[in-house]
């Protein structure tokens, strides 16, 4: 059973021991375990905690330490289909324990298609009030605001040393920049379309579906 080689127990004393090195902690360690999504949210309810996503966001606190950060690949994607408050608990936990500039962004793509979608669900979700005086969590704030931006885009640029202002300058004139006026000439607004799989009874097929 490997299920115990993929928990965050030895992160904290490797990134203690090991101070130049970033530890960038794909899918924020999230314990997937199947099931009704609403086991999730019970289990947080009643404990203010989410296994192993937790366990991440205490590290810098119990080891003193700066270089550990959450990605939010297929986690943030998962949960907010499936189950919003879980979503809203996951980002207020990583936020209160790692720091706003240390939670990155990511997509897994790969996987769940065009991402304009999970976008779309950063820019528009915010942490339940409730939820926030009862755990202590700070609001997400507005799509162009400090927090989002700097999970969007910033941190990660920081991470691997991209000066943004530069990056977008060399990407205006780029084979993706011309496709993007093409298909702004041909109608700017995003569809949000969901690329990806449909398993109905069981039976895999590709197909669209929003």
Known sequence: NLRGFADVADVGQAAKDWPQLNFVI??????????DPRVAL????????????SDLADIPAQYGVNNVYGDVGQLFATTLVAEPNVCAALMGTLIKGLGADHVVWGTDALWTGAPQWQIEGL????????????????PLGPADGPVKTAIFGDNN????????????????????????????KAGPEPSNTRYGYVVP?????????V
């Open 26 to 35: 794909y899918h924020s360690a999230y314990r997937h375990v199947g099931g």
């Open 42 to 53: 019970a289990e947080f309810e009643r404990t203010g905690r989410i296994a192993w996503t």
């Open 201 to 209: 009874n069981g039976v895999i097929d590709h197909r669209v579906f």
């Open 123 to 138: 820019r528009r979700l915010e942490i339940p009030e409730m939820m926030q005086k009862k755990f202590g969590y700070a």
């Open 157 to 184: 640029a920081r991470l691997y040393n991209i000066q943004p202002k530069r990056a977008m300058l060399d990407l205006k004139g780029d084979r993706f920049a011309m496709m993007k006026a093409q298909y702004e």
